[in-house]
């Protein structure tokens, strides 16, 4: 597990567009891991995700819209009569009220009563691990709360069964011009995942898909020792990983270092084979276009063999540690801490966790790291592939769940209403008003409460953008309007004055950090998003899972020189007779319908 203090500095590093937890993985696997408040959001506890653009809400009355799907009056303000709302949830151990408070009775609630005068009624809380079972429960029941969290399958559940309000005109008509802006930063493809036929069924719990862009981070200090080349390209790469192997980086002169980290779980989103598949243009776990336009699965293209191929040989020329397919994130990380590796791909946060247990000792920094993009095999750039292995997230999008309104609600324009306000709240610089829908007066962790929890979809890659700039210009004010880039500026000024603890910040913020990269991948349109993102078909809910497993195992295998080269091809025809055809029938029949 993390550390207290590097648990510290990844919710600063998730602050602002903030990461899914899971997609920040403070533990040893890619699950989801991360403490859940009452409202069963699955988001960190950072608030104020971007700076504040587009009109608030308007202070003024309004009477409850009727049920029926009925356009309301437009009115985005305060009702005249307060409302109740109920909402469902999940508890959360660490979440540690102030005296007298507790998930019914709230300092949270309280501002939202008070501002918008809705009553927020908790119809129930079970505790996380149940929390899914208890929504199916729900979903079987009818019984539905006007507000409810679901995922992508219960969603599709909930609309064919008629259950859940067509929110498209209450959208339209009540949410706020900052609303709809932050709701379509990243022009609409995951507000799009919550339509059906056309028709807005669901708010989408919304994150930046750009935050889970693969880097590659080598030590910048055995470059120049060994006199190698950046790996700007694979050519180079494959160079740089086969030098820090047999050219005894560490000066110890012994032949224990390995060329490139990995452990496990081959796809994760840190210490993983991910950005190297990537750089071979293959795209595993997702959908992708082939010559005719059809969708074919990633995970058995012909790139995807050429990679394992590669990475065979790097095995077998003791490149990889042979023991990775046997270990955690922790236990590989002991290999940078005992300088026996100097390279890994991973996402923007992996300077936050796991490298820093390794990097930063006794506040100092002790090896010299440097953030790259992606290399590629060709003279193609390499495209960073989005979402890949991240729990309920949709690949592709960054969505990570649904709020759902039940069609019996007396006052579906309340969802947007807390919307609203929730952007409205996390898009400025704290204030003591804003500060009460975020923390109580002993935790800092009451963001939890707020019954919707949207995050930004492009805080981080827009700050890459003028970050840099102002951390070499050592100016401020050149971020004086972004919380994002302000919170790592202040992060960076620590570091300057002596703070190694935050060299992650650092890392982050430089001039050819991760978010100037990641800006960069932007820019020139180097995101790569996985054409599939409806909710998982018959076949997938049947038998994904039990394919992918075989896939993980062969794969693992063929790397480790276990399974020939040869197996990949028999995979991909058991694949299809085992159901990967009538999946991708399936997703052809949801595409084809996309187009229409």
């Known amino acids: 597990m993390v550390s207290k203090k590097n648990a510290n500095k990844l919710a600063i590093f998730c602050m602002a567009s903030a990461l899914v937890l899971s997609a920040c993985s403070a533990s040893d696997d890619s699950g989801n891991n ?75 609630y309280d501002a939202y009563g008070e501002e918008l005068g809705i009553n927020i009624k908790n119809k129930w809380i079970v505790d ?30 909930l609309v064919e069964n008629d259950l859940v309000y067509d929110l498209t005109d209450v959208y339209d008509q009540y949410a706020s011009e900052n609303t709809k802006k932050f709701m379509t930063a990243d022009g609409g493809a995951e507000l799009n995942t919550a339509k059906f036929d056309g028709k807005l069924m669901a708010i989408p719990v919304t994150d930046s898909p750009y935050n889970s862009a693969q880097f590659l981070f080598v030590r910048k200090d055995w470059l120049t020792k060994l006199n190698l080349p950046e790996p700007t390209t694979m050519d180079n790469l494959l160079q740089v990983i086969e030098g820090f192997t047999k050219n005894d980086p560490d000066g110890n002169g012994k032949n224990d270092s390995y060329g490139i980290i990995a452990q496990k779980e081959i ?28 969708l074919v699965y ?3 293209q012909p790139e995807m063999k050429t990679a394992l191929q590669a990475l065979q040989e790097m095995y077998k020329a003791g490149e990889i540690d042979p023991e990775f397919f046997t270990k955690d994130h922790t236990k590989e990380n002991e290999l940078v801490a005992n300088n026996q590796a100097g390279l890994a791909f991973g996402q923007f946060w992996t300077t936050s966790w796991p490298l820093p247990s390794a990097v930063v000792k006794d506040n100092k920094v002790t090896q010299e790291w440097e953030v790259y993009p992606l290399p590629s095999v060709d003279d193609q750039p390499a495209m960073t592939q989005i979402g890949m292995n ?37 898009t400025v610089f704290p204030t003591p008003e804003t500060e009460r829908f975020h923390k109580g007066k002993t935790s800092d962790a009451y963001w939890k409460l707020n019954p919707i929890i949207v995050m930004s979809q492009d805080a981080q890659a827009r700050a890459g953008g003028q970050l840099p ?25 620590a570091y300057w004055g002596g703070n190694a603890g935050n060299w992650s910040s650092w890392m982050v913020a430089k001039p050819h950090g991760s978010l100037d990269i990641m800006n960069q991948y932007l820019t020139s349109n180097r995101f790569w998003f996985d054409s599939f993102t409806g909710a998982p078909t018959p076949t997938m809910v049947s038998k994904k ?50 187009a229409k």
């Open 469 to 493: 700039k102002a951390v070499e210009a050592k100016d401020p004010s050149m971020v004086a309007d972004s919380v994002v880039g302000s919170a790592y500026y202040k992060d960076v000024e």
């Open 390 to 426: 991240s729990g309920n997230i949709i690949v592709g999008t960054g969505v990570n769940g649904y709020y759902v309104v039940s069609k019996e609600s007396k006052n579906p324009e309340a969802a947007i209403k807390l919307l609203n306000k929730f952007i409205d709240v996390d």
């Open 128 to 157: 996380s691990k149940q929390y899914d079972d208890k929504v199916n429960l729900t979903v079987a029941s009818g019984d539905l709360p006007d507000l409810m969290k679901v995922n992508a399958t219960q969603l599709q559940q």
């Open 34 to 108: 991360g403490s859940n408040g009452g409202n069963g959001s699955e988001a960190n506890g950072a608030n104020n995700q971007t700076a504040a653009n587009g009109a608030t809400n308007e202070a003024a009355s309004d009477a409850p819209a009727n049920a029926a799907n009925e356009a309301p009056a437009v009115n985005a303000g305060k009702y005249e009569t307060p409302i109740d709302f109920t909402i469902v949830g999940q508890s959360d151990p660490n979440l540690k009220f102030d005296e007298g408070q507790s998930y019914d009775k709230n300092s949270v």
């Open 545 to 594: 899972s039990v394919l992918d497993q075989k896939e993980q195992e062969l794969y693992t295998k063929i790397i480790t020189g276990k399974a020939p080269i040869g197996d990949f091809d028999k995979f991909v025809g058991e694949w299809s007779s085992l159901g990967g055809e009538q999946m991708t029938q399936e997703v052809n029949d949801w595409y084809a319908k996309q």
């Open 267 to 294: 796809y994760n989103q840190a210490f993983s084979f991910a950005g190297l598949f990537n750089g071979y243009h293959a795209y595993p776990g997702a959908w992708v276009k082939d010559a005719s336009g059809k």
């Open 298 to 300: 990633g995970s058995i």
